[in-house]
């Protein structure tokens, strides 16, 4: 009997293949998943040589718990290590000025041992879902889909940010007040943003308005692109894409190949992932191109390699990322802004010269308002030397991709 246990034991397994960063233990006695969570976050620590401090909070249900992670507070939610959906319990989220900073999701095989960290959510993040989802109560169920990076998110956020870099303010339960509120202003729970600009009710108090860089950054969204000429295969969902920080691709489907407009003149190629190849070409003629070696891949962000852009001005951007080969590809037509709103790089570096606070004002404001704008300031070679700079671009760099 024991054997025949063993072996559909084994069977589940083979069916459901240990992802590569999963942390199978090895404790001497039962843990419940709390304590095997918090086991396995000190092991990759320990694996990684890194020095945090972290410690559990005695307030542990059967659905969550909290750690404490370099004066961060995270919210670990527990799944079965099968599940695709995950329940986040709302009672911590009601104490407000102390609610959790992070979500980490946890899928857990008590029986085995086995532990893995699908990713986190931040409070900004988390609040936008609960009040897309209209959730009440003392609990809501989400996709972990929703949980994006794995450990490695965790791991930069609580190595990087400050810790009040992130809200603690919570949910308000007054949600009918909340909606009354809103409907006075004339705004809907889409318009949220706004509303909570207006009226600070719940989320990020006064500390929303003060320069967040870092937390900008890491909440910078990526684009997409489909890869043409690919047919090695009908699987859909397994078709490879291409994927941007900058610039940024709005995927209306009305044109192929996207057009991008882009509002400063010397836009920054940046994708998240390694690159086999890219080039820039207009008329049908190539102007620059770069390719990767067997060693040696494309990454990290690209300057504009060539004259800046005119207002109007198109060139197709071809890009093959990783894991594609020849004859399959990305592709997007850059397009300058008309005159009046196309931006120079160089005039605004030059206003900007070596003033720190000017920098960080302009960049903070960009990130919210136009990515194609803040990044190419955040890398640009003329940066002053500012350890702010210095942790955004980390940030950023350190990203999950699409691969």
Sequence with gaps: MIEDNQNIKNEIFDALPIPEDAIILKPKRFLDSSQLALLAIKEIIKQRGINLKIRKKRDVTELDCIFEINNFSIQVIFAGYSSDH???????????????????????????????FKGIITAKEFINIYLNKNAKGQSFEIPLSEFKGGINRLLSFVQILDSEALSRQGISRNIDFLESLLKTLGLSRKNISIALAAAGLIIFGPSIFRPRILANVASIPISQIEITGYNRGIDTETKPVLCLFSPKILNDHSTFPAIVYTSINQPLIFSPDPLNEITISKNGKILWSKNSTFDKKINGPIPWPIKPINPNEEYLVTIRPLGTILGESAKFILKGSQSNSLIKLENLLDQLGDNKSAWNKVINKELKKDINIALPL??????????????????????EGCL
Aim: no cysteine; proline share 6%; glycine share 0%.
């Design 86 to 116: 995950i329940i986040v319990p709302l009672q911590r989220w009601y104490k407000i000025n102390n609610a959790p900073q992070i979500i980490l999701a946890a899928n857990i095989d008590e029986e085995s041992n086995i532990v893995y």
């Design 378 to 399: 955040l890398f640009s070679y003329k940066a002053p030397e500012s350890k702010m700079i210095k942790k955004a671009r980390r940030l950023i760099i350190e990203r």
